[in-house]
């Protein structure tokens, strides 16, 4: 992560305070890149939903058989569907994972509705810290694509003055040549850079707004499923829920009523604290226009 604050601040100042002759570009990048570093950091910090690890079972113990849960999801045809849910249990931190939960070799740790680990941040994305890599994924795009194009431009507006004042002297270099020597290369390296680097976060940023509009994980997107099961019901309901940190049920028992079905089948109901809805949402998740209780299969 600090590689990353470094790389990120380091651009920037050569950007800004050596570079670039474009006052407008300049005031981008860096607001830019004060706000990438910042996500950054509260990204790589933060919690990305790390479930505690428990005590190991006592040897005579018995096995931790699958853990079945009960899910609601919304149907193209716009009805609520009943769906089963394996809780698989996880033999390294001695707990059943949480809904769409996923144990992290880097970390050492199952997540919550983990996404991905991203190396760039130094932990895993997911589902405390996503909002936090959504917005640094997106600062990033609009603060590389401003230097990419504004640095082109300073470029060529360098070289034109160049050769302008080039034109008298006999043997002088062309304007190109003298604008990249006035800069030891470093205005074309930062091009450079910013369009590698411009594509790959444009790229990102994309795939993640797709991901979000579904409430896909990029584990899901990757799964073949005969239709969306994550689905609140509509693309706006789905970007509510993610982006709102009100995705209650992937943080592991938090919705209101869940059924947990046992191997032997045997039905028990648990609810969840209040206080832990209210500690992750203080606003009520919108209804999905629609869908009635009748609905429910």
Same mark, same amino acid.
């Given at each position: 992560?600090?590689?990353?604050?470094?790389?990120?601040?380091?651009?920037?100042?050569?950007?800004?305070?050596?570079?670039?002759?474009?006052?407008?570009?300049?005031?981008?990048?860096?607001?830019?890149?004060?706000?990438?570093?910042?996500?950054?950091?509260?990204?790589?910090?933060?919690?990305?939903?790390?479930?505690?690890?428990? +005590?190991?079972?006592?040897?005579?113990?018995?096995?931790?058989?699958?853990? #079945?849960? !009960?899910?609601?999801?919304?149907?193209?045809?716009?009805?609520?569907?009943?769906?089963?849910? !394996?809780?698989? #249990?996880?033999?390294?931190?001695?707990?059943?994972?949480?809904?769409?939960?996923?144990?992290?070799?880097?970390?050492?740790?199952?997540?919550?509705?983990?996404?991905?680990?991203?190396?760039?941040?130094?932990?895993?994305?997911?589902?405390?810290?996503?909002?936090?890599?959504?917005?640094?994924? #997106?600062?990033?795009?609009?603060? %590389?694509?401003?230097?990419?194009?504004?640095?082109?431009?300073?470029?060529?507006?360098?070289? /034109?003055?160049?050769?302008?004042?080039?034109?008298?002297?006999?043997?002088?270099?062309?304007?190109?040549?003298?604008? %990249?020597?006035?800069?030891?290369?470093? +205005?074309?390296?930062?091009?450079?850079?910013?369009?590698?680097?411009?594509?790959?976060?444009?790229? %990102?940023?994309?795939?993640?707004?797709?991901?979000?509009?579904?409430?896909?994980?990029?584990?899901?997107?990757?799964?073949? %499923?005969?239709?969306?099961?994550?689905?609140?019901?509509?693309?706006?309901?789905?970007? #509510?829920?993610?982006?709102?940190?009100?995705? !209650?049920?992937?943080?592991?028992?938090?919705?209101?009523?869940?059924?947990? /079905?046992?191997?032997?089948? !045997?039905?028990?109901?648990?609810?969840?604290?209040?206080?832990?809805?209210?500690?992750?949402?203080?606003? +009520?998740?919108?209804?999905?226009?629609?869908?009635?209780?009748?609905?429910?299969?």
């Amino acid at each position: 992560m600090l590689m990353s604050v470094a790389l990120i601040a380091v651009g920037a100042l050569l950007f800004v305070f050596y570079t670039n002759e474009i006052m407008a570009a300049r005031v981008i990048v860096g607001v830019s890149a004060v706000a990438a570093i910042v996500s950054l950091l509260l990204c790589g910090l933060s919690d990305p939903g790390i479930k505690p690890r428990a +005590e190991p079972p006592s040897p005579d113990s018995s096995q931790h058989g699958p853990l #079945w849960r !009960e899910r609601i999801y919304v149907g193209k045809d716009g009805t609520r569907h009943r769906m089963r849910v !394996e809780m698989k #249990w996880c033999y390294s931190c001695n707990i059943y994972r949480p809904y769409r939960g996923v144990h992290c070799r880097f970390c050492d740790a199952c997540v919550a509705r983990r996404d991905h680990h991203c190396p760039w941040t130094g932990t895993c994305i997911g589902a405390r810290n996503y909002r936090s890599y959504f917005a640094l994924v #997106w600062i990033l795009t609009i603060m %590389l694509l401003t230097a990419f194009i504004c640095g082109i431009q300073s470029l060529v507006q360098r070289s /034109i003055r160049f050769g302008d004042a080039n034109a008298a002297v006999d043997n002088a270099p062309s304007g190109f040549t003298s604008a %990249l020597l006035d800069t030891y290369g470093i +205005e074309l390296a930062l091009i450079l850079v910013s369009f590698v680097f411009g594509f790959l976060s444009a790229s %990102l940023a994309v795939h993640h707004s797709y991901l979000i509009t579904q409430n896909f994980t990029s584990g899901d997107a990757m799964k073949e %499923l005969p239709e969306n099961i994550f689905t609140y019901g509509s693309v706006m309901a789905n970007i #509510w829920v993610v982006l709102t940190g009100c995705n !209650e049920e992937e943080m592991d028992g938090i919705q209101a009523e869940v059924l947990v /079905i046992e191997d032997n089948d !045997e039905l028990s109901r648990s609810a969840s604290a209040p206080v832990e809805r209210d500690a992750l949402c203080g606003d +009520e998740v919108p209804s999905v226009e629609g869908v009635t209780a009748a609905g429910v299969n």
